[in-house]
């Protein structure tokens, strides 16, 4: 039950994690590497992507990309936890210098933060109640469903669901897996990295349904920061072909970094690639 445990807490702890005082931002690189310190939002609630460790500490996938960022500039990191509702919100109001928090890469969200390459990627699939017949978006019609408030989870199925659908939103992962283990929701919207923790766990209790989306997580900066945000597009361009960002693929998520990740280094225009 560890895993879990650390999904159900971390929602909790995020919040008040979030709201301590945080240090002013920079805008380009200089000013990091003047200041010596970066602040990179991400989120604790997302396993293996973003959890707290038994120190309580940030940890994961994001975590390890933020360290070697940070190891780039030259710098100390200052790992900021964020929930899936207020990271662009802390973006914005210069609460940190960039997102490592697992962002899906979409046109809406490029309307207000611009976004590096992909770093990493996942899959949105609805799971739930074995017993339960749903082999497509049709199926939910008359059931309740949970998803992540503001999240992709909660756009694609958005997107898809048909009149008569119950979509109720939970403040993060964490609270959607508790609803959906509580009996609150008989199914949720969810990343397979979460979906194979529920499944490992729980295994004849639930099972995937369909597939929602495929998503690319990039990096998010603050509108114009076009310094920042090309350098960061060059370490991972570096990280990607040293092996760096595979070895922590690998560490995380038991398996290669995916070719759709791997193999794409071109930068970000309206959440869609730009001419390289």
């Known amino acids: 039950m560890k ?25 380009t690189p200089q000013e990091i590497k003047d200041r010596g310190t970066v602040n990179i939002g991400m989120l604790v609630d997302f396993p293996p992507f973003g959890i707290l460790n038994t120190e309580g500490k940030p940890d994961g996938y994001d975590a390890d990309v933020a360290k070697l ?28 210098d960039f997102l490592v928090a697992s962002l899906g890469i979409t046109p809406e969200r490029a309307e207000r933060v611009d976004f590096s390459q992909p770093y990493a ?31 992709t989870q909660d756009t694609s199925l958005t997107k898809v669901a048909p009149e008569g659908t119950n979509i109720q939103r939970f403040d993060d992962d964490a609270s959607a897996v508790q609803a959906l283990i509580s009996g609150q929701v008989p199914l949720i919207g969810a990343s397979n990295t979460v979906i194979a923790q529920i499944q490992k766990l729980r295994p004849d209790t639930y099972d995937k349904k369909f597939d929602l989306a495929q998503q690319v997580q990039g990096v998010a900066v603050k509108p114009g920061s076009d310094e920042l945000l090309k350098e ?45």
Request: overall charge neutral.
């Open 121 to 151: 990627g996942i899959e949105i699939s609805v799971v739930g109640e074995k017993g339960l017949d749903i082999p497509d978006a049709a199926a939910l019609a008359g059931q309740s469903v949970g998803v992540a408030r503001a999240s």
């Open 232 to 276: 960061i597009n060059q370490y991972l361009t570096e990280a990607k072909k040293d092996g760096k960002l595979n070895a922590i693929h690998e560490k995380w998520l038991g398996q290669p970094l995916p070719d759709f990740i791997a193999d794409d280094t071109a930068p970000r225009v309206d959440g869609k690639p730009a001419s390289k």
């Open 69 to 96: 960022l940070a190891e780039d500039f030259g710098v100390k990191v200052n790992l900021v936890p964020v929930t899936g509702p207020n990271r662009i919100p802390y973006l914005l109001s210069n609460r940190i």
């Open 3 to 27: 895993i879990l445990n650390l999904v159900l807490a971390a929602g909790g702890l995020a919040g008040a994690l979030a709201a301590t005082s945080l240090p002013a931002t920079a805008q």
